[in-house]
Structures are given as structure tokens and as C-alpha cells.
């Protein structure tokens, strides 16, 4: 085992330990705080937006981890300048903005709800703000890998 494939191979388990703790929160963890919530406070349902902004995160979330997978192959394949490789990273970049999206749901939520019953938001806001930053230093990583990607499948001549 080449030194190029015990690194990828151990990305790739890390990523697949990364997807099972994100199921594990969005069949285990998620549930039982909206069952809480529920028992808590019955007849509220301000929780179930903060719900729908989570399980959207962890569906993109886990797409996403999926194209890093993929791309881990095609690395070790040597295909790491191929169409696929750019097709992954397209993906993985829409992951990303739609990830954002989400949270500024979330904080448009919080905000607004916090406007009707007087609470303080600041705390959960923020987060969702460097949430939002970590986000976006992704998406311009993925953007740095994709112009070489894009600049070698340029100047390959197309075979016709």
C-alpha cells in the first residue's frame, strides 16, 4: 500500500465516521429533542422550523460527504483531473451554498421569533454566523480545486 492510498483510505474513513455520527444525530439525537421539546411544552411548535433548517443541513451535510468520498476514489484511481473529479467538486460547491441557506433560514427564524416572545438570540445567531463562515471558507476551497481541474481539462485536446 502506497503512501498516496493510506492516505486517502484513511480520509475515507474518517469521512464514513464523520456520515455515521451525522445519521446517528438525525435518527437519534434530533427526535428525542423535538419529543422533549414536545413534552415540555405542548401545543408550541416554534421548535419544528429549527427542525427542518437541521434535517436540511444534515441531508446537504451528507450528500456532500458523499461527493468527498467519491473524489477520495477517483484520487486514488488517478482520475483526480477528470470530468468526474469536477463534477464532484460542482456538487460538493451547491452543498456548501446550500447549507448556507439553511442556517440564514434559521437565523431569520430566530430573529423573527425572538422578536415575538422577547428572548435573546444573540448566542444561536452567532453561531450560525461562524457556522456560515466555516461554510464559505469551504465553498472558496472547492473553487481554489476546481480551476486546476477546470484550466487541465481545457487544454486537453478533445477526442471527436
Not at 20 to 31: E, G, Q, S
Request: aromatic letters at 10%.
Amino acid at each position: 500500500m502506497n503512501v498516496k492510498r493510506g492516505s486517502t483510505t484513511f480520509l475515507k474513513v474518517i469521512i464514513f465516521l464523520i456520515g455515521i455520527a451525522v445519521l446517528a444525530a438525525c435518527i437519534f439525537l434530533l427526535p428525542e429533542a423535538a419529543r422533549r421539546d414536545a413534552i415540555e411544552r405542548p401545543g408550541d411548535y416554534s421548535l419544528y422550523p429549527l427542525l427542518v433548517c437541521t434535517y436540511g443541513i444534515c441531508i446537504t451535510f451528507s450528500v456532500a460527504l458523499y461527493q468527498i468520498f467519491k473524489l477520495l476514489t477517483y484520487i486514488e484511481k488517478n482520475n483526480a483531473f477528470s470530468e468526474l473529479s469536477l463534477q464532484s467538486l460542482k456538487i460538493i460547491k451547491k452543498c456548501t451554498f446550500t447549507v448556507i441557506f439553511f442556517i440564514l433560514l434559521a437565523i431569520v427564524y430566530l430573529r423573527v421569533h425572538a422578536q415575538f416572545t422577547g428572548d435573546d438570540a444573540a448566542g444561536p445567531i452567532s453561531l450560525g454566523l461562524m457556522g456560515i463562515l466555516a461554510t464559505s471558507i469551504i465553498a472558496a476551497i472547492v473553487d481554489v480545486f476546481q480551476k486546476p481541474i477546470k484550466n487541465v481539462m481545457d487544454s486537453q485536446p478533445k477526442n471527436n
